[in-house]
């Protein structure tokens, strides 16, 4: 079956330009990990989706990002104004449910470039 | 604050000799941990996971180590292989935060044929 996928692949953008961020989960999966790792840095936790909801925001740098999900499915992450410190690596995971053994797979992520 | 490090940022060793890599955390809630592994330009995969109810856990070639009154853990891979050459992060959850995971820095294995 089909993995977890992500659009675009590679995103450059100028400083201060919104920009919208794509995760198609595993079908099936309920919970949805938005997570971004800067050049030579682990990953770091922005925000997870159980179903539609999200119980936890608290990685989100920012009011200037946002993540929706709707039909328990596709998720967006929205990043406005974007600045140079945003530039990173933006990976996507989902998990059939919560709880070990729920391993997370990964999409392959989508470069932000901001100039 | 880095509540899981990896100290190592790069490991080198001979091709069928063993790897070993190492994790340390500061949060004892963390009762999951996890080892991923990356190639360049795609996202991580899963290596293999242990619970905090057990010290051990083996999977073919990989062998997880957990050391929770020293907060450590360690993963051996043996023998090494070429193809095992990628970023191998530890991470870290706990069920009351969602299973979010907190990764460490990663650690750069290259293994020489």
């Known amino acids: 079956g089909a993995g977890v996928s992500q659009s675009p692949s590679n995103k450059v953008t100028e400083k201060g330009k919104d920009v919208e961020l794509r995760c198609d989960p595993i079908s099936g999966h309920t919970a949805l990990y938005w997570y971004r790792q800067r050049l030579g840095q682990g990953l770091e936790f922005l925000i997870y989706?159980?179903?539609?909801?999200?119980?936890?925001k608290s990685g989100l740098p920012s009011d200037r990002f946002s993540a929706e999900r709707t039909g328990e499915s596709v998720s967006t992450l929205t990043i406005q104004r974007t600045q140079q410190e945003d530039s990173a690596v933006y990976l996507c995971a989902s998990s059939l449910g919560l709880g070990p053994g729920n391993e997370q797979f990964f999409g392959p992520g989508t470069r932000l470039t901001v100039l | 604050d880095q509540q899981v490090k990896q100290n190592s940022p790069s490991l080198s060793v001979q091709e069928g000799r063993i790897s070993i890599l190492n994790c340390d955390y500061t949060?004892?809630?963390?009762?999951?941990f996890l080892w991923y592994k990356k190639y360049p330009a795609e996202g991580p995969t899963f290596l293999i996971s242990?619970?905090?109810?057990?010290d051990k856990n083996e999977d073919g070639r990989f062998t997880v180590f957990l050391n929770k009154s020293a907060k450590h853990l360690s993963l051996h891979i043996v023998p090494s292989q070429p193809g095992d050459s990628a970023v191998y992060f530890c991470a870290a959850s706990y069920k009351a935060a969602g299973n979010k995971l907190t990764f460490g820095g990663g650690t750069r294995v290259l293994v020489k044929p």
């Open positions: 989706f159980q179903g539609n909801s999200a119980p936890d």
């Open positions: 949060n004892s809630m963390f009762d999951y």
């Open positions: 242990i619970s905090s109810i057990k």
